[in-house]
T-cell receptor, first 109, second 115 residues
Framework: EDQVTQSPEALRLQEGESSSLNCSYT??????LFWYRQDPGKGPEFLFT???AGEEKEKERLKATLTKKESFLHITAPKPEDSATYLC??????????FGSGTKLNVKP | EPEVTQTPSHQVTQMGQEVILRCVPI?????FYWYRQILGQKVEFLVS????????KSEIFDDQFSVERPDGSNFTLKIRSTKLEDSAMYFC?????????????FGEGSRLTVL
């Protein structure tokens, strides 16, 4: 069964304290792994797509990487405005996406 | 920047009533989706829609649910007889890519409260 697990569930960082979020997955025929940011009461906002192991994408303080079994979202020198829930999703053989439970990031000034 | 728009932003209804949630996907997108998120839980897939028919649906999407694209722009989710457990945030999403691959673009959601 296709499955996505994210860790940790919650992460508290001081401003400037770099860290990584993990997304491990099992899926039949990975068509893509996606990272989203979700603010409270809002829809998920697209961040990155990764298609194959070894691929990396960067955007400002965020960098996403992909292996055959997991993906990491690295946050370098985070700021309070990076506080949000970060969601990982995978698309397998069929036309649906499976989401993880998310990591709730809180960056304190 | 083009965006997915959803209405209403919040709807309160009595158990057993019919509800229609509306979405306007991004205009050149081909695949449309409904997802739901119960408070504090995962975003869950409900249904995907392509070429005026359902492409995939989950176990959640039972006979109480239906989707429709009545014209060239709107995409609707109907819940025929709402239950307490239908209370959730419902998100519409779309993607431009053929084959349904690629990132989803989500609307801001419609919060449904069933009393």
């Amino acid at each position: 069964e296709d499955q996505v697990t994210q860790s940790p569930e919650a992460l508290r960082l001081q401003e400037g304290e770099s860290s990584s979020l993990n997304c491990s997955y099992t899926v039949s025929g990975l068509r893509g792994l996606f990272w989203y940011r979700q603010d409270p009461g809002k829809g998920p906002e697209f961040l990155f797509t990764l298609y194959s192991a070894g691929e990396e994408k960067e955007k400002e303080r965020l960098k996403a990487t992909l292996t055959k079994k997991e993906s990491f979202l690295h946050i370098t020198a985070p700021k309070p405005e990076d506080s949000a829930t970060y969601l990982c999703a995978v698309q397998g053989n069929f036309n649906k996406f499976y989401f993880g439970s998310g990591t709730k990031l809180n960056v304190k000034p | 920047e083009p965006e997915v728009t959803q209405t209403p932003s919040h709807q309160v209804t009595q158990m057993g009533q019919e509800v229609i949630l509306r979405c306007v996907p991004i205009s050149n997108h081909l695949y449309f989706y409904w997802y739901r998120q119960i408070l504090g839980q995962k975003v869950e897939f409900l249904v995907s829609f392509y070429n005026n028919e359902i492409s995939e649906k989950s176990e959640i999407f039972d006979d109480q649910f239906s989707v429709e694209r009545p014209d060239g722009s709107n995409f609707t989710l109907k819940i025929r007889s709402t239950k307490l457990e239908d209370s959730a945030m419902y998100f519409c999403a779309s993607t431009p890519r053929t084959g349904g691959s690629g990132e989803l673009f989500f609307g801001e959601g419609s919060r449904l409260t069933v009393l």
